[in-house]
């Protein structure tokens, strides 16, 4: 039997590198930490990605963006994720719940990195053929929360 | 090609009567209202099904439910899922997307109906071969938005 | 000039012991944890109020009960505080505030603390002189997020 | 004795017109909508001032800045006020309360005006002499929530 995979690999599975959300991290970061290294950024990612209510967002998001691919949902959810139907708020509740282990603090920067699609969101959100509906707004409030924890670390702003 | 179910229908395929619901409802507010009938519940719980963002929250969940029935979800969330695991919270989370579309009064209501696990909840609770992991959750929160909704169109108490 | 409160002594300014917090979390969690003693809870509790995102709400949500009693709340918030309107949803929304840090699990223990009223809630909400808009939700969240800390340290169950 | 002030009085008495929160809207949302006019956006923005969740978070947040330019407030909420504490997040709870009633997909555009800080944004957070911890947010979140009305109306597109 296989062991399931940790939070890091189901990542790397669906096409998202530690790195790249510490990147996030640091763009968000840089400007109210001089001397901010990737490193930490890094550190901190790692902290939240160990969060027990942050790994059950993530299980179930990316197990609803391959089971669409797979096209293994029930109607009408399989047609409402291969179209990213936009009034659907699922993926954004989902996102909320990793925003939320460090405080609302996190909701602006959620916003903000999942209005712009920077870096590896935009990636995500501009792939033809995989379905990312839920990925790409956990990765942002992944990157979301690990400046609020370094805000909250530092006693410094989030935002 | 047949049609998508509607969201009645995908509720009844659950095991899970309108009328249950209303049940709810019913023994939620009957002190607040002298004179309540069954049918003013019923009608309340229609309008909270008709909400998009409700019906979203039910078909994610549903399907999620129905996915672990089939074993067909990826490790871990299989196992999770199996074993009802106590700590994870996305089934609240998506329930409450639903209380929240009538404001934050239908909270308590929801809280209460979760924790006693009243009649349809008790029974969806309690089935030995399904697996009720977001229904449970789900039905109390319709329950409980739809008393939010009957408090405010008659200005009074939710709870 | 003297030094600002610490969250304790608000609560007690406000006629809340830390004591009987833990009484309503050791009523909630006494099932699933044989042998758990007073203690245990208190010591959740008080790690539950040493967190920044609780203190700022309980701050901000005794502030306004107190200025509410004192008469200084800009009309309609005034009139709405006085009548502990039950369509106003600010003090749900400040409790969720502290349940949140915990996580989703302590929805429900929330719910149910702030239906049924138990213990201190109760003779908060019943007091004729003072207003309590706020004080009882905070308390029942801050006894909620407390067992959900015990569930999540302990790989049990919230509820 | 004077009327209460309505929500719209209240937002101008603190500097804020509504034109000016329908040019946010406009902003937003002009790309998906050619041939938008600020009419059809203030009709939006109006409508999500009538609900009495938003009311409700807009007088509470409004009184909170008032009583702290006045010093009214207890300590340590006082302090934390002035110097606009970037952990405190109740300013960013309350605006959530005000972007749930139309559905989760208005959090994206509240983070993104929260964080850019556009149009009345920029104003009223760079003022000097008034404190604004909760109206900018406030008023961003009415934006986002017009945003979100609008995609429900339409069926498209609220990021």
Do not use: W
């Not at 839920?134 to 989030?158: E, I, N, P």
Request: charged fraction near 25%.
């Amino acid at each position: 039997m296989t062991e399931p995979m940790n939070v890091v690999e189901v990542l790397r599975a669906r096409g998202v590198a530690v790195d790249e959300i510490s990147e996030l991290v640091y763009d968000l970061q840089a400007k109210y930490h001089p001397g901010l290294t990737r490193e930490e950024c890094r550190e901190h990612v790692l902290h939240v990605l160990e969060k027990r209510e942050v790994q059950h967002a993530l299980y179930t998001g990316v197990a609803l963006d391959e089971l669409a691919e797979q096209h293994r949902l029930p109607q009408p959810l399989q047609a409402i994720m291969e179209r990213d139907e936009p009034l659907y708020g699922i993926d954004e509740i989902l996102a909320l719940s990793i925003t939320n282990v460090y405080g609302t603090i996190g909701l602006t920067n959620f916003g903000y990195l999942d209005k712009l699609k920077k870096g590896v969101l935009g990636r995500l959100n501009n792939h033809s053929s995989q379905i990312h509906v839920f990925l790409d707004d956990l990765v942002a409030a992944v990157a979301a929360a690990a400046a609020a924890r370094m805000a909250h670390q530092h006693g410094t702003s989030a935002e």
